[in-house]
């Protein structure tokens, strides 16, 4: 297919899944099915007949799978520590590095797994000693990057929640015996099914959405996993995988009704592994029926926390193109019309194996396949290899798979479509 063709097929005019941004859910249409064009080039090279192309050398350039969806605007963006966002002199230089690489987005961390907040003012954090003075002033932060023409996204983790497990034990995870659950490090989590845990967290989402941002995320909405699970005990005795569903899902209508007249929009993390199983995986975590609740969700897809052989690849952390792959086309198949909704969070770290700009890239590029446009990319120390949103000398979301107008024959077998990964 030659670029101008290219160009042509992508300014027809595609029916709009999505209205990014406005608070509104994306409308009930399922993602397009959608033919691929004919065999492309790789690297500029034809690939030589009876030669099958090892997996380095295959990018987004092949043929994409069956099922394919259009997310208009876009997000692409960076998670940022509240250490880091409260510094002046990191936010300018974060900024200047953001716009040249050309994303537009940045999710910063207002409330961590260990309970710390940095949100002045919300009640409780105070008096509970969970308030720490991270970002001084949060309206200036936040001021900073929509200047800039960056989407702000407010993570805040919920019931991964050491501190107020500790300050209010009434409203902790316990054992049999009555004392409070930890998990495998040492953290304490918050029971899920108290409505004062929610509206603590809520009250704290609220001051966020005040402050301007965009969008409030909520991260670690579900149940504990790491850790000895089975003596988790909760303030509800019937506890099942139905009534853990119910609750997260419960939360998220209640967080809406919260957040509703600040006009921002709601998002969730998910685990990774939540693109592809069927049940709840033990934390009331199913990401079909929480997707309808939320304007974006993001699993936490990192190839690092994949075990060997998990969705049939061998070693998932050397092999991020083949993990996402199959992770997001499970995605896709599972969502159904909520597929649009779909934004991954990447690893831009080195867990195990050293990730080059390669390796990161090869994530966004496994996406694409898919028409999965919208992610974000991880790093802890806030450390981005701005080179991974670099391909063939252009922003590598311009390599999105190109798609025919006509609609594709029924999806293949899934046998059938992991072979296309080495063709």
Request: a positive charge.
């Amino acid at each position: 297919m030659t670029i101008p063709l290219l160009l042509a097929l992508l300014a027809l005019p595609w029916p709009v899944l999505a209205q990014h941004g406005t608070g509104e859910p994306p409308a009930a249409v399922h993602p397009q099915t959608l033919k691929a064009g004919a065999a492309r080039r790789h690297h500029g090279q034809e690939a030589r007949p009876g030669r099958a192309k090892k997996a380095a050398e295959v990018d987004d350039e092949r043929q994409p799978d069956a099922v394919v969806v259009f997310q208009p605007d876009p997000v692409r963006g960076i998670h940022v520590t509240g250490w880091a966002a409260g510094s002046p002199k990191f936010r300018s230089r974060i900024i200047k590095d953001m716009k040249e690489a050309g994303v537009n987005a940045v999710a910063i961390a207002l409330k961590e797994y260990d309970g710390k907040v940095f949100v002045r003012d919300a009640p409780m954090t105070r008096e509970i000693g969970s308030y720490v003075n991270a970002i001084p002033n949060l309206e200036a932060c936040v001021s900073d990057f929509r200047k800039a023409g960056f989407r702000t996204i407010a993570r805040i983790v919920l019931f991964k929640d050491d501190i107020l497990a500790r300050k209010r034990p009434e409203w902790a995870v316990k054992t049999p015996d009555g004392d409070i659950w930890r998990n495998n490090k040492g953290v304490a989590w918050v029971d899920p099914y108290r409505r004062e845990v929610w509206e603590y967290n809520l009250a704290i989402a609220s001051r966020a959405a005040a402050a301007g941002f965009d969008e409030i995320q909520f991260d670690y909405v579900r149940f504990p996993s790491d850790g000895k699970v089975s003596m988790c005990r909760y303030s509800r005795a019937d506890h099942s995988p139905q009534t853990a569903e119910a609750v997260i899902r419960g939360f998220l209508v209640r967080a809406r009704e919260v957040l509703n007249p600040f006009k921002v929009s709601m998002s969730i993390c998910l685990f990774g592994m939540t693109t592809s199983a069927g049940t709840d995986m033990g934390i009331g975590q199913r990401i079909g029926e929480l997707a309808k609740e939320v304007d974006a969700v993001s699993p936490m897809m990192y190839p690092s926390h994949y075990n060997k052989g998990e969705l049939g690849v061998k070693h998932p952390n050397r092999e991020p193109f083949k993990i996402i792959r199959r992770g997001i086309r499970d995605a896709v198949k599972r969502l159904g019309p909520e597929a649009v909704k779909l934004r991954p969070y990447f690893q831009d770290f080195s867990l195990g194996v050293r990730y080059d700009a390669a390796k990161v890239r090869d994530q966004i590029l496994a996406a694409q396949r898919f028409g999965i446009t919208s992610w974000i990319l991880w790093n802890p120390q806030n450390r981005y290899t701005w080179a991974a949103l670099r391909h063939h000398n252009r922003p590598v979301w311009e390599h999105a798979v190109a798609t025919a107008a006509a609609t594709a024959p029924a999806a293949k077998p899934a046998a059938e479509e992991d072979a296309k990964e080495n063709p």
